[in-house]
Nanobody
């Protein structure tokens, strides 16, 4: 059974930080792009960041970010643990959302989504 399990969300004051984790299991994710998306109250789901598979793992993968988070969030991965991280730095109330992990690959099974982790930023 494929699972993407997010963790690390919570309540934080504006200017604070959280570190999100996404642990992937249940199949090989070779070739999959791992990404983070978020959905704020009353809004659609939007892209936040992603890391591509390159060579034999994610170590040389391209990193992509939404303009709104560039310079504040840095996606990273632990190949051995099949886990992707997203530190959320200098959070603003606009960062309040459910953050979802996604694994996708063209012409392959998926995409797969996690159930999300709530991030709430108080002003």
């Amino acid at each position: 059974q494929v699972q993407l399990v997010e963790s690390g969300g919570g309540l934080v004051q504006a200017g604070g930080s959280l570190r999100l984790s996404c642990a992937a299991s249940g199949r090989s994710f070779s070739g999959y792009t791992m990404g983070w998306y978020r959905q704020a109250p009353g809004k659609g789901r939007e892209f936040v960041a992603s890391i591509n598979w390159s060579g034999g793992d994610w170590s040389g993968g391209r990193l992509d970010y939404a303009d709104s988070v560039k310079g504040r969030f840095t996606i990273s991965r632990d190949n051995a643990k099949n886990t992707v991280y997203l530190p959320l730095n200098t959070l603003t109330p606009e960062g309040t959302a459910i953050y979802y992990c996604r694994a996708g690959r063209p012409l392959a099974a998926g995409p797969y989504w996690g159930q999300g982790t709530q991030v709430t930023v108080s002003s």
